[in-house]
């Protein structure tokens, strides 16, 4: 027997307590989920045990108990292992941030120790002792430390709704719950700690190693300094390599460049894949800044053999044979690869990401809009319908184009029993459907082409079945005189856009020609179809979308309408890899040219007050300021162009490595019931935009060096011969 659903209302209360009784009864209390508390799941999860035992308490008549039970605890606690994944996720996303933040701390301490060198050693002389001395300058970090730390916790409270309310790259709009970003103390004061704490470790170690020195070293300038570990760099660099080649063959296998026995890569291993997934990433990052900041620094070098014998460099190239050895030039290049390669990777990631966001609701959607209707409407049906909902809007009826996807089921000449669902690419589709090439694995032209010259496509389900078939000789299953047609194999397809990826995975795609071979030219004109995908012209924007879609809910004869823009409304604001990704890699672009252009300017007023000295000396013997201005400004552009050229460079491998993190933690959470989607991250490339970026990171280069040069050059040549 069927179960007999009643509103409680209506039961006299007699019956109620019999009802139950007999256990013939469930009562379902549904929740306002908004009042529930946000702050965690575990204080949701506490509210709705507390809802739970007040329900138990309840006296009913009799032995009736009532057993309150809450269907969500379960969901609550998947969602909580999924939201460790997350966790674990943005951390990973931010490791480069972190990296960036430490070679900052570092190479600024050492270049400003390196600066008050000859200031600490006549401390020594005078009587200061290493204790003192490391007291005093840990106390000044950590005075500086602490007010920084201050200062990035509010900009960091203050950046968190940007980043949750970020629904692409560096674009935001409001969303439907507002955030109040907050820390516990015990979390504020672990940030704290670490933060302060780890700036007073590694400053304490340089600090003593700094101050070991000899008095004599710190009069004189004659430092010991230890050889870094070449070949440590090498062989991070080289893991990073491989796994970026790895990364880059499974793109082009997933793009139909290459056949799918490349799909998983060189690295078949599904461990050692995913370890190199994730790691080679940042082995890359590292490994390439450290070698190639080598070349970036070596750049005056480079410059003087290209140049050297113009008249641009004739007088000054002997200053810049010596160019590039000094420490700080060599850090100035590190830093500048370090922001670049970030800004880039982060750039090319969110571009991406947006465009995958794109394709995605198209393949949701498959159009403008998607009708679909109560009972199947033919051609002129479907096109008065819409029509009469252009009202208001700027869309003209001659620029509406309607296109269906007829489906029929077929089978091969002579075996009735194998029957394929057969779908119809009409020939009008181009002009209306939003293909995409990964649908045909290719230039979908070149396969609509085929398709419409006699040619079949077949779905994932299909491939064994007729994948080898060259070609198929199909009869129209159930009609009268046996009708059939000859189709050529074109290949294999994944989606048709607006449909669902589950039929199309197990039917075969053909042409209109083939079709009205099947069916006759009088049926396929007058055929009937209940979806049907509407593309709206030039002025078909987001906001005719929203109103034609508002208009044709209310027509009777429509059962759902879908439409591009509030799809990707929807994919934007809660699909895509992870929420809140595209904020994320906006805050690493952000942080990262902020750090590129900051750096850029601290580290040239340092390294240039560093080198007062060896400038000066070039003025004693007779360079006048034009010479001296000449051979800084050539040091330091070639280093800084040729290191932001290596940083765009090591940015695009580490997008491409990137990419095969991102398809391992999109399946993880896709196995976790999070949002799925069949389109590869097909990276875009935003050149544009990153020219902008370099040239205004150059141009505040430009601006520090003419400052800076100006200082050094104009400084008394006596007082600093002589170390004032």
Not at 70 to 94: A, C, E, P, R, S
Not at 262 to 288: C, D, H, M, Q, Y
Not at 384 to 400: F, H, P, Q, R, Y
Not at 402 to 428: F, K, M, N, R, W
């Amino acid at each position: 027997q069927l179960p007999v659903f009643l509103p409680w209302e209506l039961l006299p209360i007699d019956n109620r307590s019999a009802i139950i009784g007999g256990d013939h009864a469930y009562l379902a209390i549904a929740i306002d989920r908004t009042a529930l508390p946000t702050e965690s799941t575990d204080t949701a999860e506490d509210e709705l045990d507390r809802i739970q035992r007040s329900l138990d308490e309840v006296a009913l008549e009799g032995e009736v108990n009532l057993d309150g039970t809450h269907v969500i605890k379960d969901t609550i606690g998947w969602l909580q292992i999924q939201n460790y994944f997350i966790q674990i996720f943005n951390y990973i996303v931010m490791i480069p941030i972190i990296i960036l933040s430490v070679s900052v701390l570092l190479y600024g301490l050492l270049l400003s120790l390196e600066q008050r060198r000859r200031e600490i050693a006549i401390h020594r002389v005078i009587g200061g002792g290493p204790n003192s001395l490391l007291r005093m300058v840990l106390g000044e970090l950590g005075v500086v430390a602490f007010v920084a730390w201050i200062a990035g916790y509010v900009l960091a409270l203050l950046a968190v709704p940007l980043v949750l309310n970020a629904v692409g790259f560096m674009q935001f709009r409001p969303g439907e719950y507002d955030v109040s970003p907050s820390l516990g103390l015990l979390a504020t004061l672990a940030t704290l700690v670490v933060t302060v704490g780890l700036t007073l470790l590694f400053g304490r170690s340089r600090t003593r190693d700094f101050l070991e020195q000899e008095i004599s070293e710190g009069v004189q300038r004659v430092v010991v300094k230890p050889q870094p570990r070449y070949w440590l760099h090498w062989l991070l660099f080289s893991i990073g390599l491989i796994a970026l080649a790895d990364s880059y063959i499974q793109s082009l296998a997933s793009d139909g460049r290459l056949t799918d026995d490349w799909e998983r890569g060189i690295i078949s291993n599904p461990v050692l894949n995913g370890i190199f997934a994730v790691l080679g990433p940042f082995l890359l990052w590292i490994g390439g800044a450290l070698v190639l900041a080598r070349l970036g620094a070596a750049a005056p070098w480079l410059v003087q053999q290209l140049l050297g014998k113009t008249a641009v460099l004739r007088d000054i190239g002997r200053g810049l044979r010596g160019s590039g050895s000094a420490e700080g030039v060599g850090k100035l290049a590190l830093i500048m690869l370090l922001t670049l390669s970030i800004v880039t990777m982060a750039s090319i990631q969110g571009y991406t990401g947006m465009a995958v966001d794109e394709r995605t609701a198209s393949l949701n959607a498959g159009a403008d809009l998607k009708v679909d209707f109560q009972q199947p409407v033919d051609h002129a049906t479907a096109l008065a319908t819409v029509s009469a909902a252009l009202d208001g809007t700027e869309v003209a009826t001659e620029d509406v184009r309607l296109v269906t996807v007829p489906l029929i089921a077929t089978h091969p000449a002579g075996d009735e029993y194998s029957v394929y669902q057969t779908l119809v690419v009409l020939d009008g589709n181009r002009d209306v459907i939003r293909w995409d090439r990964q649908t045909f694995g290719g230039n979908p032209d070149a396969t609509l082409d085929k398709l419409a010259a006699d040619g079949f496509s077949y779905g994932e389900l299909l491939q064994f079945s007729v994948g080898g078939e060259s070609q198929l000789v199909l009869n129209l299953t159930g009609a009268s005189g046996n009708p059939q047609t000859t189709v050529s194999n074109s290949g294999q397809h994944e989606w048709y856009p607006g449909l669902d990826t589950g039929t199309t995975a197990s039917s075969i795609f053909i042409g209109e020609a083939s079709f009205r071979a099947l069916v006759g030219d009088t049926a396929a004109d007058g055929w009937h179809d209940t979806t049907w995908f509407i593309e709206l012209g030039a002025q078909g924007d987001g906001d005719a979308q929203r109103a034609i879609a508002r208009t044709l809910v209310f027509d009777g004869s429509v059962s759902k309408v879908t439409s591009w823009e509030e799809e990707h409304s929807e994919v934007e604001r809660n699909g895509g890899l992870v929420f809140g990704t595209l904020g994320l890699l906006t805050l690493q672009f952000a942080v990262a040219t902020i750090a590129a252009v900051a750096s850029s300017f601290v580290f040239l007023s340092l390294v240039l007050t560093q080198r007062k000295r060896e400038l000066a000396i070039l003025q004693a013997i007779g360079a006048s300021e034009w010479q001296v201005g000449r051979l800084v400004l050539f040091e330091i552009l070639s280093i800084t162009i040729v290191s932001m050229l290596l940083g765009g460079v090591l940015g695009v491998g580490i997008s491409y490595s990137f990419n095969g993190m991102f398809n391992l933690f999109g399946i993880i959470f896709q196995s976790f019931g999070g949002a799925g989607t069949p389109v590869d991250r097909t990276l875009v490339w935003p050149w544009g935009e990153l020219l902008l970026i370099g040239l205004a990171v150059l141009s505040v280069v430009m601006l520090a060096l003419a400052w800076t040069t100006a200082r050094a050059t104009r400084a008394d040549l006596a007082r600093i011969l002589k170390g004032e």
